[in-house]
């Protein structure tokens, strides 16, 4: 019998990294939401721009019997389907601590010297604009980076840069969401039920007896998960911060070790050698049917060999990064351009705090951070990474898009005219960082040789 050949084989066979993977994945998001946000400021600005605005602002009804719950759209893509992703970003953060870039001290001093300068410094910047009054709640819009768009365009540059530089970005945007959280978590919050905190407690209780207990089936996690973020929800603490205490409590250890599942397949592999390769009955149903039985216990061993968390992480990652962050985009960017007077807007505390906070907070707060770090024995640059590189990375985080319109949102509920001001700045801001960091690295960094 001939042979078959399969000549896309060596195309599908190809084996990459994990991180190279998340790098492309992160790619073509950060391409995706560039366009997403284009079209949604195209579109705000039309005639069309009204309908579309009243348009997320539909009320929804989810409910089971006599239990309803009620948003507008708008609501339910950024205390709901964000939940996702700030689900992605805890699994995110929990595999960089545990086996990633944050699992040594020594790897993590330079990203997390970098990403608390990053922080600190644009809220300094904001908070000398803004001293006082309603405007002074938005002091943490300039202390995030989007970590797709910023990663994203860094890749575009691969060729021209270290590989080493893309990692440490990815490090320090993590570190920065970290540090976003947190500050959501403790000054985002106002009112608080404490008996919804209480069965949220409770409830975060639960999972984490449930990782102690060795469930690793996703179901009883979900469950947990979504009346968690209901908990939440109710008790005035931001509903999305479920999706990140829901993270940590994910089993990132498998069922089975890499030595257990080597001795899993050499069982499977006898098996079928004894019960197929030597049967004499061929394509019968019976020889069938055991064939599906070994092929069937091999993909259950496929699957206890990775962890509840690398599953999950794998499988909402596309769904994230293709769905959920550009729907916020769509929901959040509706910004009039052509009805917002620039120039009044422009010289406003809140749009200039935000720009000079991302644009050159965040390129101070990391570059001096990082320097400090590094001049004090603390830290040292990647391998194949020099200053000009880090500076470049610096410019880039001043990219704050998703992050910066979320806790926008939280800062300024009750004043659309603050947010509004706010929106610009971190559009306005997120293009130019985009442009310096993109042009600084292409001028500066010399080309990697192949």
Not at 21 to 36: P, Y
Not at 81 to 108: C, P, Q
Request: charge should be neutral; include cysteine.
């Amino acid at each position: 019998m001939a042979k078959h050949q399969y000549p896309l084989e060596p195309l599908f066979g190809k084996i990459i990294s994990p991180f190279e993977r998340f790098l492309q994945q992160v790619t073509a998001g950060g391409i995706i939401l560039m366009g997403m946000t284009l079209l949604t400021l195209i579109i705000a600005s039309s005639p069309w721009g009204d309908a579309y605005r009243h348009l997320w602002e539909t009320p929804v009804r989810v409910g089971i019997g006599r239990e309803n719950m009620e948003m507008s759209l708008h609501a339910w893509v950024n205390e709901g389907l964000m939940a996702l992703f700030f689900l992605l970003v805890g699994l995110e953060l929990k595999r960089e601590i545990l086996v990633g870039e944050l699992s040594s001290l020594r790897n993590t001093a330079l990203p997390v010297a970098g990403a608390i300068g990053g922080m600190l410094a644009p809220a300094i910047i904001y908070y000398l604009f803004n001293p006082s009054g309603d405007a002074l709640a938005g002091w943490g819009i300039p202390m995030a980076t989007d970590i797709a768009f910023a990663v994203g365009i860094l890749v575009l540059l691969a060729w021209r840069i270290p590989k080493n530089l893309i990692i440490f970005l990815t490090a320090l945007a993590i570190a920065d969401d970290l540090g976003a959280v947190l500050v959501i978590a403790i000054f985002y919050t106002k009112n608080i039920d404490m008996m919804s905190l209480g069965a949220a407690i409770g409830l975060l209780g639960i999972l984490v007896l449930c990782n102690r207990g060795g469930i690793r089936y996703p179901l009883p996690y979900a469950i947990l998960g979504i009346l968690l973020w209901m908990a939440l929800l109710k008790s005035g603490i931001h509903a999305t911060l479920s999706g990140v205490l829901l993270a940590f409590t994910i089993p990132a250890h498998p069922f089975y070790t890499p030595r257990e599942f080597d001795e899993h397949l050499n069982k499977i592999k006898n098996d079928f050698r004894g019960e197929i390769l030597t049967s004499e009955e061929v394509d019968t149903e019976l020889d069938v049917t055991r064939t599906y039985a070994i092929a069937e216990s091999i993909e259950k061993a496929s699957s206890a060999v990775q962890s509840p968390q690398q599953r999950m992480e794998h499988h909402l990652s596309p769904w994230v990064t293709f769905g959920v962050i550009p729907l916020f985009a769509m929901a959040n960017a509706g910004l009039d351009l052509l009805a917002m007077p620039f120039r009044d807007v422009i010289v406003q505390p809140v749009t200039l705090g935000v720009m000079l906070g991302l644009i050159f907070g965040k390129f101070v707060g990391i570059s001096g951070f990082a320097w400090l770090a590094v001049r004090l024995g603390l830290a040292r640059l990647p391998d194949g990474v020099q200053w000009r590189h880090i500076l470049g990375a610096a410019w880039l985080c001043g990219i704050g898009f998703t992050m910066s319109l979320f806790i926008a949102q939280l800062a300024f509920t009750t004043s659309p005219r603050l947010f509004e001001e706010a929106r610009l700045g971190i559009i306005m801001s997120s293009v130019i960082a985009a442009i310096v960091g993109l042009t600084w690295l292409y001028l500066s960094a010399r080309k990697v040789p192949s």
